[in-house]
């Protein structure tokens, strides 16, 4: 999955939003503000803990009823306001439809590799669709969580970008999305029995860094602990980006011990500018250059995404200037063999072409891997799934 994708211009969105359906890509631009639409509604997991106080009290009731209901949710993963008993049931109705109400419903699920990797099409309040995968490993079970519906940075590869920018996620419509996987898990209805979500990544659909507030929210939802929150460590938490450098800084500044991941799919500005739109405003030096901030800010590795294209990018002197850039910093390269999409002139590179590019890169003392590539038979790669129902 990648956080790169087409964008819209205000005249297409406008239209679309009319209409009722997704605004169609404009190539060659980029957006930064989602179409104006209406917000979902407010839920628990949009609020802090003296903020769902706050409401509770708003409503008539003590506020310690704002905790038990972050219990439910957090804590115990209900989603049927039934079982609520130790709320009065006519304090239970009340408070559920003002503070839990349905964000997400499943539109499609799909099922892979065993039954280990699982993708799921959201609908929401307005009819926009949205994926997630969640995925277990032998030593983890990782979700992936969109943040935007489409996405705005023009990335002519990636699949989210063939629908455009539909709008941000709220807060809530993104915890949902881990909340949803985690009581998938927790009834075991993933291959493997019962189980925890332990590992987070932002490389859904959207650019994460483009919905700052509501990602920054989420990220704080899923880590506080419970019943305030989700409870899953910081450090497994994995924010990507294609190199919002502004954006970045700040979340240096937040005081988070998050991952960054950076999508940077070429080492040279002529050919990034093509892959990634963004680089004619921030160019490669200066993405890596707050990458490194980041990295010396937190202590964290930083991630570098790097989409495995045929005769594009996966040239053995890319992967040299590659390693000169990397080398010496606190770094590990993800290597991504590209999961194509119906009609794309883009397509993965060769096997050979792939250990040419690990060795080039490991010769620099730059550690890298090869990506499982997870979902292939689910329309994997994000946007697929969603473009496939539209």
């Known amino acids: 999955m990648s956080s790169t994708s087409q964008p819209v211009s205000a005249a297409a969105a406008g239209a679309a939003q009319d209409s009722g359906r997704p605004a169609p890509p404009q190539p060659g631009k980029l957006t930064f503000v989602a179409p104006r639409r ?23 009731e003590k506020p310690f009823r704002a905790d038990q209901l972050s219990r439910h949710y957090f804590a115990r993963l209900t989603d049927d306001p039934a079982q609520m008993t130790d709320l009065p049931a006519a304090v239970r109705d009340r408070l559920a439809a003002e503070l839990l109400p349905e964000l997400l419903t499943s539109v499609r699920t799909l099922d892979c ?20 995968v969640l995925m277990r490993y032998p030593d983890r079970v990782t979700m992936c969580v969109s943040s935007q519906a489409g996405c705005g940075m023009n990335c002519p590869f990636c699949a989210t970008g063939q629908a455009g920018l539909t709008r941000n996620l709220s807060t809530a419509e993104i915890v949902e999305q881990v909340a949803a996987g985690a009581r998938a898990l927790a009834r075991g209805q993933l291959a493997g029995g019962p189980g925890r979500v332990s590992n987070i990544v932002f490389m859904g659909m959207g650019e994460p860094l483009a919905n700052y507030k509501a990602v920054l929210g989420a990220v704080r939802r899923i880590t506080d602990p419970a019943p305030h929150g989700l409870g899953i460590s910081q450090r497994s938490v994995t924010v990507s980006t294609v190199g ?11 005081g988070l011990s998050v991952r960054l991941a950076v999508s940077l799919h ?16 921030w160019k490669v030096r200066e993405v890596l250059d707050a990458a490194w901030a980041y990295a010396d800010r937190t202590g964290r590795r930083v991630s570098i995404e790097y989409a495995m294209i045929k005769d594009v990018n996966d040239q053995a002197w890319r992967a040299d200037l590659l390693g000169r850039l990397l080398k010496g910093h606190l770094v590990h390269v993800n290597l991504i063999p590209l999961n194509p999409t119906p009609g794309s002139k883009w397509t993965a590179s060769r096997p050979r072409d792939e250990r040419e590019f690990v060795a080039r890169l490991e010769a620099h003392g730059v550690p890298v891997t090869v990506r499982d590539t997870r979902g292939r038979e689910i329309d994997g790669a994000c946007g697929q799934l969603a473009a496939a129902t539209e």
């Open 38 to 60: 209406a917000k979902p509604p407010r839920h628990l997991a949009d609020l802090t803990s003296a903020e769902r106080r706050a409401a509770v009290a708003e409503l008539g």
């Open 113 to 132: 590799d065993g039954g280990t990797t699982r993708k799921t099409l959201w609908r929401a309040f307005d009819g926009t669709l949205l994926e997630s």
């Open 244 to 254: 919002l450098v502004p954006a970045i800084e700040k979340l240096a500044a937040e």
């Open 266 to 281: 070429a080492p040279d500005d002529e050919l990034r500018d093509e892959l990634v739109p963004i680089n004619t405003r």
